[in-house]
């Protein structure tokens, strides 16, 4: 078996700096074959002896009390066996985030939000269920709602939570406010930063709400037994976490519940929480039966992960020169019906591209009547450098700079100061944005007639906890196991390092992911931490076996181990008496040598690098449809080493587009009495084939000193500076900066015709 | 509840299921014929997850009644390979990492065998216009596209 | 022994903007600002700053993490991503 190249994909590196024999290649993924040929199985795939069918009845409104629920009539229902609502659910402490996950599951008191659940029936077959749900009396009495920010934050607003005091002002209000926390970053003096300024650009943005568009819904199958065991099939970002939560929201302990990961079929973030597990394992106790639940499409947009909505006001002062002398930013971002940290994070991000002496950087987190939000690749950091990146497009218009020698005249390097206080350690900023300005794209001239836009884009990236298991066979080959779903690939970055270290063919290894019965704890796939968190685990069982491994040669040829080197696969004796011994001999051996060998490794990844991305587009502009046509489009990301360049490629692809299609179209669109209206595919229009062209990538690698390969997670950053970008872009062609995102036909056409007159 | 009795051909087979009238035919293939990859990514005919051909045409089989497949020869992801060998499109998928979760490759590979038995030379644009009834999420089609094309070229000039 | 940063909030209960502490490890780091400034707890608390950079790192559960002589600290909120 050999690896194989990619079809070209122009402007691509990744090619593993430093000689290494697997890690920078391309073989085919391991669970691909599954795939390719319909039988990899999903959630929703599963099917069980005697399994019921669950369905969940949601609320119609947005803001309401729950009077009374009868399930009589339900519960009288033909194939109908069990029926829940939150009263059979432990009471939820009155705040926090524990809180907000249960009454997340399911709601208490009120309803929070249109299609906020509210009960469940589990019935033989799927119609039986739903037209049970929907026999269930819910008396509501509603209540007034608030859906967009400038409503929430308004004096006399309706308040949500009425134990809901704003956190970060001092001092603490007594009052509750829709308001949950504000947020300061502040450094040097802003008032002196705009005094050094030649220019001052101030500009107010907004964004929409939109959804992480995971083509499968949200599915599980839960069988609990008559000793209160419970096995959960789930689609997920994390199994453990789907085990820790459904533990919390039912207030079990965490040894009754095994979760199994089945495939995933996307989350970018959005599958980071749970929302069906604890109802189906608490129908199937009540029923003592396997019990399914599938969300519709239409739950999943009324009722999982939106990312917030956001209004962020900018205001920024530069030299003559280009430099940046100061900003200063007020972000207020939706959290859904419970608080969160969104406008935390957009704050931290805002200006992380710049270095300045003077920032005042101040965020709100509020709350309203739409579902909590869910992480949506590098949470908060496209609408903070939407904002941003605008207004230093706009400046460098000003000043007749080029937008990237601009950029690189500000650009932070390690060891300045972030602007949420710690400093840099090695970062890619500055080789990406060489890498746009010497790109094929950047270096040919625009077409007639269209508009080009750069902009940068940062993300944290997170490490957490992970585990790994790699068991070396008798015949000489070894299995990777890990707590990591697979969403795009990770099984194939993770067999390539084990096969690096090792010295093994890739095809060698098989890389499994394992229930939480097989594998150590391991936080969910968040942060773009896969590769790099749990790929550190792998790299450290296979390091430990490796010490295994020379250590049986030296029994084997009865010598010192420290006179045995691992090299490309087999155990060499140093002072060269010994015919080399392959990893398959030794493990061929292994129960004369001392017994199998196999070792594990969990650990807390430290040292996540810090991701960013640039990127430039062209577009063409319909002055009579105001239609943004993308004509051609490159990004640049900093992945530290690409592990598996195709993947790399296909996250950065994948990054930009969610990015153009929140750019360009996408929207929650709610009417004024709190209903979701676009709840379909049709209506909330994510970006299709045609409506794009290919994607180019440049894989810039700068290693992650912290990582044993110099991985950087790679899954987030990409998403952020399409906003920016295509905002930049189409002012670029049209002349007219339209600050309100999307960037759809009528609002385009709106600004162009307001422009004209 | 009444059932209906439905005899097809699924993927060359000759097979019959009972299904309750209503009742989708992605549902029965799922259900009854234990055909999983046709995909739910929405039921509405917007995503073509569910995508089938049936009598030579690309079909999203969310919308259409179980019942209405008696008589018909439908062909579904799993009945593109051989027993010993992959169709072009799959080989093609897996070597231009054309997949990420996957959830949307097995419509993707029925959409694009639909355009190449038609078509067996496309541009891109045609591909990209024959492939606009599939949502993919992961991969921004890039590599859709370029796994396509390449297959084509291998479909016509076979090794 | 290391230095602790604080932010313009923090700044409010500490007076200062940064100090240089003596201590093995996170734990013990706390313990002592807490005794400096009385008020700074309920703050970080408050603000849910439980978790804590060091070098640049945001670390999670940091209360048993060892400092060095040059250790640069900031009390910050948990990150989450996607
Ligand atoms: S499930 Fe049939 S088109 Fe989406
Ligand atoms: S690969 Fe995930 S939706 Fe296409």
Redesign the interface.
């Given at each position: 078996m050999s690896t194989t190249e990619a079809p070209a994909s122009t402007g691509t590196n990744g090619n593993g700096a430093s000689g290494y024999r697997w890690v920078g290649t391309r073989p085919v993924r391991h669970d691909g074959l599954d795939k390719v040929a319909g039988k990899a199985r999903y959630a929703a795939d599963l099917n069980l002896p005697g399994m019921l069918h669950g369905h969940i009845l949601r609320s119609p409104h947005p803001h309401a009390r729950i009077v009374s629920i009868d399930t009589t009539k339900a519960a009288a229902m033909p194939g109908v066996k069990a029926v829940i609502t939150g009263a059979d659910f432990p009471e939820a402490p009155p705040k926090g985030a524990t809180r907000n996950l249960m009454c997340t599951v399911i709601a208490r008191d009120k309803v929070l939000y249109s299609g906020h659940a509210v009960a469940a029936v589990a019935a033989s077959t799927r119609r039986e269920a739903k037209a049970a749900a929907e026999a269930i009396e819910v008396t509501y009495e509603q209540l007034p709602h608030v859906l967009n920010i400038a409503d929430a934050m308004a004096d006399g607003a309706p308040v949500i939570h009425d134990n809901l005091l704003t956190r970060g002002v001092d001092p603490r209000p007594t009052e509750p406010s829709n308001v949950a926390a504000r947020t300061v970053y502040e450094r040097g003096d802003v008032e002196q930063g705009f005094g050094e300024a030649d220019i001052v650009i101030e500009r107010e943005f907004s964004t929409q709400a939109v959804h992480q568009g995971y083509i499968e819904p949200h599915a599980c199958v839960v069988d609990c037994d008559q000793e209160g065991k419970a096995v959960i099939w789930a689609s997920s970002q994390g199994h453990f976490m789907v085990r820790s939560s459904t533990a919390t929201v039912l207030g079990w302990d965490t040894s009754r519940i095994k979760v199994i990961p089945a495939e995933i079929g996307g989350g970018f973030g959005g599958k980071t929480t749970i929302y069906i597990e604890p109802v189906a394992a608490l129908l199937s106790t009540k029923a003592g039966r396997p019990v399914k639940i599938v969300m519709s499409r239409e739950d999943v947009f009324r009722a999982t992960g939106p990312a917030p909505g956001s209004i962020i006001k900018m205001k920024v002062g530069a030299r003559n020169d280009g430099t940046i002398t100061t900003a200063k930013a007020w972000l207020a971002y939706e959290n859904g019906a419970f608080q969160g940290i969104a406008a935390m994070l957009g704050c931290m991000c805002v200006v992380s591209a710049y270095t300045l002496d003077h920032l005042y950087v101040e965020g709100f987190d509020v709350v309203l009547n739409r579902p909590v939000n869910v992480a949506y690749r590098a949470p908060s950091a496209p609408a903070a450098a939407f904002a941003m990146d605008s207004v230093v497009d706009e400046i460098a218009a000003r000043l007749g700079m080029d937008p990237i020698d601009l950029r690189l005249h500000n650009c932070p390097s390690q060891g300045d100061p972030t602007p949420y206080g710690p400093k840099w350690p090695m970062i890619g900023l500055r080789d990406c944005l060489e890498a746009i300005r010497d790109s094929d794209h950047y270096q040919t001239a625009l077409p007639d007639g269209q508009g080009r836009g750069v902009a940068t884009g940062f993300w944290f990236n997170i490490g957490e906890a992970s585990s790994a298991t790699v068991n070396l066979n008798e015949n000489g080959t070894a299995t990777v196991i890990t707590g990591s779903p697979d969403i795009g690939g990770s099984r194939a970055s993770m067999a390539l390092m084990a096969a690096e270290e090792l010295g093994l063919d890739v095809h060698l290894i098989q890389p499994v992911v394992g229930d939480t019965e097989v594998v150590g704890f391991t936080d969910v796939t968040e942060g773009s931490r896969a590769t790099f968190a749990t790929g550190m685990a792998v790299v450290e069982a296979c390091r430990d076996l490796k010490t295994q491994l020379r250590k049986r040669a030296a029994k084997t040829w009865d010598c010192d181990v420290e006179e045995v080197e691992w090299v490309d696969g087999s155990a060499v004796h140093g002072p060269g008496e010994q015919e080399p011994l392959t990893l398959a001999a030794i493990t061929g051996n292994a129960k004369r040598t001392g017994g199998p060998l196999g070792a594990t490794a969990s650990l807390n990844a430290r040292g996540a690098g810090p991701a960013f991305s640039v990127q430039v587009a062209d577009v063409s502009v319909d002055s009579e449809t105001g239609r943004v046509t993308v004509e051609r489009y490159t990004t640049a990301q900093d992945a530290g080493t690409a592990i598996h360049p195709s993947y790399v490629e296909g996250q950065m692809q994948g990054g930009v587009v969610q990015g153009i299609g929140w750019a360009l179209n996408e929207e929650y669109i709610y009417s004024d009495d709190g209903n979701l209206e676009n709840p379909g595919f049709l209506d909330y229009r994510i970006p299709v084939a045609s409506d794009l062209p290919m994607i180019e990538t440049v894989i810039v690698e700068v290693p992650n000193p912290s990582h044993p390969y110099g991985v950087r997670g790679v899954g987030e950053v990409g998403i952020v500076p399409p906003l920016p970008v295509l905002a930049n872009a189409v002012a670029d062609a049209t002349g007219v900066r339209i600050s309100d995102l999307p960037l759809s036909p009528p609002r385009v056409l709106d600004a162009l015709t307001a422009a004209e007159s | 509840m009444s059932r209906t009795h439905v005899t097809c051909e699924v993927n060359g087979d000759a097979v019959d299921f009972l299904t309750e009238d209503g009742e989708s035919l992605l549902n029965a293939l799922r259900d009854e014929l234990g055909l999983i990859g046709a995909k739910e990514g929405c039921g509405t005919g917007d995503c073509g997850a569910c995508s089938i051909i049936m009598n030579g045409r690309l079909q999203c089989s969310c919308l259409i009644f179980a019942p209405e497949a008696g008589g018909a020869a439908i062909t579904t992801c799993e009945g593109l390979a051989s027993a010993d060998e992959l169709h072009p499109l799959q080989q093609c998928f897996l070597e231009g990492a054309a997949l990420q979760c996957g959830i949307c490759t097995p419509g993707f590979l029925i959409a694009a065998k639909a355009l190449l038995d038609e078509n067996p030379d496309p541009t891109e644009t045609e591909v990209r216009y024959a492939l606009a009834g599939n949502l993919c999420r992961c991969t921004g089609y890039d590599k859709i596209v370029r796994s396509v094309l390449e297959a084509a070229v291998q479909i016509r000039t076979p090794a | 022994m290391a230095v602790v940063?604080f932010?313009?909030?923090q700044r409010?209960h500490t007076g200062v903007t940064e100090v240089v502490i003596d201590a093995a490890n996170v734990r013990a780091l706390v313990r002592q600002l807490s005794e400096l400034y009385p008020s700074l707890n309920a703050h970080l608390v408050?603000?849910?700053s439980t978790a804590v950079?060091i070098?640049?790192?945001?670390?999670?559960d940091p209360m048993l993490e060892e400092l060095t002589a040059t250790s640069?600290v900031?009390l910050?909120?948990p990150?989450?991503?996607?």
């Open positions: - | - | 940063h932010s313009t909030d409010q408050e603000t849910s950079a070098d640049g790192e945001i670390i999670p640069e900031h910050v909120r990150l989450a991503g996607g």
